[in-house]
């Protein structure tokens, strides 16, 4: 099959499995929420976040990773590698999952919680290191200009 196939039969699987999720959460509710409060959404994305940062970028997921790492093109298993490789694809499962979880299982909110928190604390890392590296840049920029007065 070539890749453009695969990435079809996922994306419809993807859709198959957002159409599954939509019948559970009314199965289960017995109704289809139509509001959510604000902070339970600020939950869901920053949990979405760290299963996104967890499955992407994350030492403990690279066994995963590693194993769809060098397949051939046009595999099942390249798409897989493809889809591990990309924040944004991972991001639509990740919501999706967090989602479902929230409307269909009770305890789900303690875990969405934890990974929510886990999620804020790697988005401040992640700003911190900018801060940090936007601060060493303005050094060497400054250090530079005084270097070039002297001349």
């Not at 994306?11 to 159409?19: E, K, N, P, Q």
């Not at 403990?60 to 595999?75: K, M, N, V, Y």
């Not at 479902?100 to 299982?105: I, K, W």
């Not at 804020?120 to 920029?141: F, I, P, R, Y």
Request: proline share 3%; charged share 15%; aromatic share 16%.
């Amino acid at each position: 099959m070539t890749q453009n196939l695969w990435n079809f039969v996922f994306s419809v699987f993807f859709f198959a499995v957002l159409g599954g999720a939509v019948c559970m959460v009314g199965q289960v509710q017995g109704f289809y929420p139509t509001s959510i409060p604000p902070f339970d959404v600020l939950l869901i994305a920053f949990a979405s976040l760290r299963i996104t940062r967890l499955l992407v970028y994350d030492k403990i997921a690279q066994w995963l990773r590693d194993l769809f790492a060098g397949s051939r093109e046009g595999t099942f298993r390249h798409t897989v590698a493809d889809l591990l490789a990309c924040p944004w694809c991972i991001g639509f499962w990740g919501a999706l999952v967090a989602t479902t979880a929230y409307f269909t299982v009770p305890w789900a909110w303690f875990v969405i919680l934890f990974l929510a928190l886990a999620g804020m604390g790697s988005l401040l890392q992640v700003l911190a290191n900018a801060l940090g590296w936007h601060a060493e840049n303005l050094k060497l920029d400054a250090k530079e200009h005084q270097r070039d007065l002297r001349l």
